[in-house]
C-alpha cells in the first residue's frame, strides 16, 4: 500500500462490561441493552468527529482526528451511561470500558489497519468498569488541555505488542473527590514532611506495637458467625479473555479447599456463582449470602506466566480485609491456591493442621484439560456435557490416575441421564463406573464421593 495513504488518526475501543455472560442467562434483556448502547454511542461519536469504523458484537471501533476529541468522546459516553444507570434497575446498568490510542493507521476498503488500532484494542480491557484508559502518546497530546486529572499506572507489556507501552488513567469528575482528599494529604505532607515523618514513623510503631498486644493478649476470638465467607468467580483479565475456564476452576478448587475447614462455613459454588458478572456491592452480597466474608479476584495469564489477584472483603461495611498479587506460571497454580487459602484462615483466625491444598495430579495439561470439563459441564446444556466429557477423556490419556477427571465424567454421564440426553441406561452405567475408578484412585477427595451419593440418593 501506498506510503502517502498512511495517515494519524486517534483510536477508541469500547466494550460492555459482563456482555457475555448476561446473553447467556437473557437474551431478551441483552439485545435490550445492547441496542440502547448503540444508540447512545452512536449519537455522542459525530459531536467529537468520531467515525465508527465497525462493531464487533458489543464493542465499537472509532476513528478521530484528534486524542482531544476522543478523550472528550469517551468522557460524555461514560458521563451520559452513569447518569442512564442512575435510572434504572441494577440488570438493566451498562458499564464499559473504554481505550484510546494514537499512531499511524492505514486504510483499507472500509476498514484501517495498524499497530495504532492493535494497541488500542489492547489497552481497552485495561480500564476500569465505567473507566477510561489511554497511552502516554494520548496523554502527552492532551495534558494540560482537558479539565480531568491524570494518573499514570505505569508500563504495560501488550500481548503482540514488542516494546512496554505507558498506560494512563482518566480521572472522571465522579471520582474527583477521592483524588482531591489524597492530594491535599500529599500537600501537607510535602510542606511538613520532617514533622509528619516523624510522627508518622513513631505512630507506625506505636501501632504495630498496640495492634500486636492487642491481639496477642486482649482481643476476643473472632465470632464463629464471622468465620463464614463466599468464593465469587475469579475474573479472567487475560488479554483476549479465552482462560475463563481457568478462572473459574480456581474459584472452584479454592472454594472446595475452604469448605475442608472444619470453623469456616462456605457458601456452595451454585449460590456463589449466581453473581458472576455482576457489579454487585459486597454489603448486598453478604446479606444474600449470609456471609461475614467474600473473597473475590483476577487471573490475568499471558503464555505459561500467570499473575492472581485475591482480596477478602467483611461484608458489613465493604472494606478490605487483606489483599494480595501472587505472581508464578501455570504449574504453580496448587501452591498459589494453598497460599490465599492459609492468608484466609489467618486473617479469620483458623487454626491449620496441615496443607489445605493437595495437588490433584502432577501433569499440568491434565490439569488445564480437567479445568475446561468442568467448564462445559458447568454449562449444563447437551453439547456442554458433550465438550466436557471429551476434556475429561483427553485429561486422562495425558493421567491414567487422574481420580478428579473419572469424578467430573461420573458427574457429566449423571446429568446426561438426569437431563435425558441419549440412553439413560447407558449413561448411567457409565456414571456408575467413573466414580468408581474415582473412589479406588483416591478416596481421600471429597469430590469423588458425590457423584457415588447423588446416586444413591437418587435410587
Not at 459482563?18 to 446473553?23: D, K, Q, S, V
Not at 479454592?254 to 458478572?277: C, D, I, M, W, Y
Not at 477478602?312 to 489483599?323: A, E, I, M, V
Request: aromatic share 10%; net charge neutral; with cysteine.
Amino acid at each position: 500500500m501506498p506510503e502517502a495513504q498512511r495517515r494519524l488518526a486517534a483510536i477508541m475501543f469500547t466494550d460492555i462490561v459482563g456482555y457475555t455472560t448476561l446473553t447467556q442467562e437473557s437474551e431478551a434483556l441483552s439485545m435490550e441493552i445492547l441496542d440502547e448502547h448503540n444508540s447512545l454511542l452512536r449519537a455522542i461519536f459525530p459531536k467529537y468527529g468520531g467515525k465508527e469504523v465497525k462493531t464487533i458484537g458489543d464493542a465499537f471501533h472509532v476513528e478521530f482526528a484528534s486524542a482531544l476529541e476522543a478523550i472528550r468522546c469517551a468522557v460524555e459516553i461514560q458521563k451520559a451511561l452513569r447518569e442512564r444507570n442512575a435510572a434504572v434497575s441494577a440488570e438493566k446498568k451498562i458499564h464499559i470500558r473504554i481505550g484510546v490510542h494514537v499512531g499511524d493507521v492505514m486504510p483499507q476498503e472500509q476498514d484501517i489497519f495498524g499497530d495504532a488500532v492493535n494497541i488500542a484494542a489492547r489497552v481497552q480491557p485495561l480500564a476500569l468498569p465505567g473507566g477510561i484508559c489511554f497511552t502516554q502518546d494520548v496523554f502527552l497530546q492532551i495534558r494540560n488541555k482537558i479539565d480531568a486529572p491524570i494518573l499514570r499506572l505505569g508500563e504495560g507489556e501488550l500481548k503482540g505488542i514488542q516494546v512496554p507501552v505507558e498506560i494512563y488513567r482518566l480521572i472522571l469528575p465522579w471520582e474527583k473527590e477521592t483524588l482531591r482528599f489524597t492530594e491535599r494529604w500529599a500537600f501537607r505532607l510535602q510542606q511538613k514532611r520532617i514533622r509528619y515523618a516523624i510522627a508518622l514513623t513513631t505512630l507506625a510503631l506505636l501501632s504495630i506495637g498496640g495492634w500486636w498486644l492487642y491481639y496477642t493478649y486482649i482481643a476476643p476470638p473472632i465470632p464463629a458467625e464471622a468465620r463464614s465467607i463466599a468464593v465469587l468467580p475469579f475474573i479472567d483479565l487475560s488479554q483476549y479473555h479465552n482462560y475463563e475456564y481457568f478462572s473459574d476452576g480456581m474459584t472452584e478448587e479454592l472454594l472446595n479447599a475452604l469448605a475442608q475447614l472444619e470453623e469456616l462455613r462456605v457458601v456452595a459454588r451454585t449460590s456463589a456463582f449466581a453473581f458472576k458478572g455482576k457489579n454487585e456491592d459486597i454489603r448486598r452480597i453478604g446479606q444474600k449470602l449470609n456471609v461475614a466474608t467474600v473473597l473475590e479476584g483476577s487471573i490475568r495469564i499471558q503464555g505459561e506466566k500467570m499473575r492472581v489477584t485475591a482480596q477478602l472483603n467483611r461484608t458489613s461495611d465493604g472494606y478490605h480485609l487483606w489483599s494480595q498479587d501472587y505472581d508464578g506460571e501455570l504449574k504453580d497454580a496448587f501452591a498459589i491456591q494453598e497460599k490465599i487459602s492459609r492468608a484466609i484462615a489467618n486473617e479469620l483466625k483458623i487454626k491449620l493442621a496441615g496443607p489445605v491444598v493437595k495437588p490433584s495430579t502432577g501433569n499440568q495439561e491434565a490439569y488445564e484439560l480437567y479445568l475446561q470439563g468442568r467448564y462445559f459441564m458447568n454449562k449444563k446444556t447437551k453439547e456442554g456435557f458433550e465438550k466436557a466429557i471429551e476434556y475429561f477423556n483427553e485429561a486422562l490419556a495425558k493421567d491414567p490416575k487422574y481420580a478428579l477427571a473419572y469424578a467430573g465424567l461420573a458427574d457429566t454421564y449423571g446429568l446426561l441421564a438426569a437431563w435425558g440426553y441419549g440412553s439413560v441406561a447407558e449413561a448411567s452405567a457409565k456414571a456408575k463406573e467413573a466414580a468408581q475408578k474415582a473412589v479406588e484412585l483416591d478416596d481421600t477427595i471429597a469430590e469423588v464421593h458425590v457423584p457415588l451419593a447423588r446416586m444413591h440418593w437418587n435410587n
